[in-house]
């Protein structure tokens, strides 16, 4: 995904991943307009995807299958690896990107932050406290798995926090929603960029 001279090249990419828990086909296109396809077995993980993808201006496509008689732990930790894969690839050298953003997202009671630097230094750091475990079937500690997973492969560095909420589900929605528009920023490309963002000549 080459970025000579700050021009904009087609900045997308695609994956299959496939192993005795889990079989997924993902594919992200950065510089899209929200058209989302998601079939997973994880109903709330699809809702969270749908917002991630469409405040963050993402194509997205997401086919999975997994051991959910088990439970969603595996199918939500491998969605995570294959986006964060995908969204390195797709920013190839990353040339002429803005590299870091930092996005409040509010949601009645909720508020959510996300700050991102597309360092090639994977760190995540996450604080939140929600009143319930679950939303309806879904465990709020997959939350961090996903987010955290998808830190590494992405290898970028990813600071959550939501500062306060009453309602989970509101709480959640606000992380993804600012995950979306923060990426969205982070990625833009900035005319006045010459090469990396970077005093090291690389990322």
Known sequence: MENNNNELAERK???SRKTNET???LSLG???SGVVELET???FLNHM???FAKHGQFDLSVQARG???IDDHHTVEDIGICLGQ???EALGDKKGIKRYASVFIPMDEALA???IDISNRPHFEYRAEYPSQQVGSFSTELVQEFLWKFALEARITLHVIVHYGSNTHHMIETVFKALGRALDEATLIDPRVKGVPSTKGVL
Do not use: E
């Open 67 to 69: 051991d959910i008689d």
């Open 49 to 51: 995807l749908d917002l």
């Open 86 to 88: 995908a969204l390195r």
């Open 13 to 15: 990419a695609g994956l």
């Open 41 to 43: 077995d994880v109903p």
């Open 113 to 115: 932050q996300v700050v």
């Open 30 to 32: 950065v510089d899209g």
């Open 23 to 25: 079989d997924i086909t």
